[in-house]
């Protein structure tokens, strides 16, 4: 009984910290500040709060872990670049395309042979992006897909070395990251004119709840779930990420923008229980 209360408590830790990523979209609209601006913030408060959280552990470096701590910290910038410059929808359905490069980089890494099921994947996605593509973009928007894809790309080298290295440097690598935005875009915060109290409260929500909480809140779930359904949940992000931004920010996202995104998402999550039931298949014989 002890053993299911932890897999559930696992799964709602889970769903919780969906949630909290998924808050990101709409803050990040609603408040006034440019994105390296609102990166600085964002970041500073992030990090401060991890320290808070895991203590030594954040002090725990080794080369890689440097290394990814760069990959994350182009992420957290990407992210909040093409958040502000297109929609919500196209932005978090084009990060969350990074599943899709580590199955083509995974094995080119690994030096294995492409599985079959993983190029059929990695082509369904491919056309649900060239969706995004499709129809009326107006420059800033086009500028903003790129930078979603490139966050998605980012995302994938940092999952893929996070995976290469030892546990106990994952947390040195998301502190110094946020450290690492918020050096870069520091100078930025300078052209602040006016620092409204609503604009603090969001960048603080977003830096304490939507970056260090909602990976506390991972971490203590993926330790006690499958990673196939830790990797099934956190797809309730880019689900509700576009929702809110409609609710409270009115943005309604292109019909090919939401096509391209069910196709990804479906084929993602489809090749992610495939997975999954492989994995547990060879750990039960």
């Given at each position: 009984?002890?053993?299911?209360?932890?897999h559930?408590?696992?799964?709602?830790?889970?769903f919780?910290?969906?949630?909290?990523?998924?808050s990101?979209g709409?803050?990040?609209?609603?408040?006034?500040l440019t994105?390296?601006?609102?990166?600085f913030f964002?970041c500073l408060?992030?990090?401060?709060t991890?320290a808070?959280?895991?203590?030594?552990?954040?002090?725990q470096?080794?080369?890689?872990?440097i290394?990814?701590s760069?990959?994350y910290?182009?992420?957290?910038?990407f992210?909040?670049i093409?958040m502000?410059?297109?929609?919500?929808?196209?932005a978090?359905?084009l990060?969350?395309?990074?599943?899709i490069?580590v199955l083509?980089?995974?094995?080119?890494?690994?030096?294995t042979k492409?599985?079959?099921s993983?190029?059929?994947?990695?082509?369904v996605?491919f056309?649900g992006?060239?969706?995004?593509?499709?129809?009326?973009?107006?420059?800033?928007?086009?500028?903003?897909?790129f930078f979603?894809?490139?966050a998605?790309?980012?995302?994938a080298a940092?999952?893929l070395?996070?995976?290469k290295?030892?546990?106990?440097?994952?947390q040195?690598?998301i502190?110094?990251?946020?450290i690492i935005v918020a050096l870069i875009?520091?100078?930025?915060?300078?052209?602040?004119?006016e620092?409204?109290?609503?604009?603090l409260w969001m960048?603080?929500f977003?830096g304490?709840?939507?970056?260090?909480?909602?990976?506390?809140?991972?971490?203590y779930?993926l330790?006690r779930?499958?990673a196939?359904?830790a990797s099934?949940i956190s797809?309730?992000?880019?689900v509700l990420?576009?929702?809110?931004?409609?609710?409270?920010y009115?943005?309604v996202?292109?019909?090919?923008?939401?096509?391209g995104?069910?196709?990804?998402?479906?084929?993602i999550?489809?090749?992610t229980?495939?997975?999954?039931?492989?994995?547990?298949?060879r750990s039960?014989?």
């Amino acid at each position: 009984m002890k053993h299911l209360s932890d897999h559930k408590n696992g799964l709602l830790a889970v769903f919780v910290a969906a949630i909290l990523w998924s808050s990101g979209g709409l803050f990040i609209k609603l408040v006034t500040l440019t994105p390296m601006q609102i990166s600085f913030f964002r970041c500073l408060i992030a990090a401060l709060t991890f320290a808070i959280i895991f203590k030594q552990k954040i002090l725990q470096y080794n080369k890689l872990s440097i290394v990814n701590s760069f990959f994350y910290a182009g992420v957290l910038i990407f992210y909040v670049i093409a958040m502000k410059t297109t929609t919500a929808a196209n932005a978090i359905f084009l990060q969350s395309t990074a599943p899709i490069y580590v199955l083509i980089f995974e094995p080119i890494i690994n030096k294995t042979k492409y599985e079959r099921s993983n190029i059929i994947t990695i082509a369904v996605c491919f056309f649900g992006m060239i969706l995004f593509f499709l129809g009326d973009l107006t420059p800033g928007q086009l500028e903003g897909n790129f930078f979603a894809l490139m966050a998605g790309i980012l995302f994938a080298a940092f999952f893929l070395g996070m995976k290469k290295n030892d546990k106990k440097y994952q947390q040195s690598s998301i502190f110094l990251g946020n450290i690492i935005v918020a050096l870069i875009s520091l100078p930025f915060i300078f052209a602040i004119d006016e620092f409204a109290i609503s604009d603090l409260w969001m960048v603080s929500f977003l830096g304490v709840f939507q970056i260090a909480i909602a990976y506390a809140f991972f971490s203590y779930g993926l330790k006690r779930v499958y990673a196939v359904e830790a990797s099934i949940i956190s797809m309730t992000e880019p689900v509700l990420t576009p929702l809110w931004v409609f609710i409270g920010y009115g943005e309604v996202p292109a019909t090919t923008a939401l096509m391209g995104g069910i196709i990804i998402l479906t084929a993602i999550s489809v090749r992610t229980i495939q997975m999954g039931r492989t994995l547990i298949g060879r750990s039960i014989s």
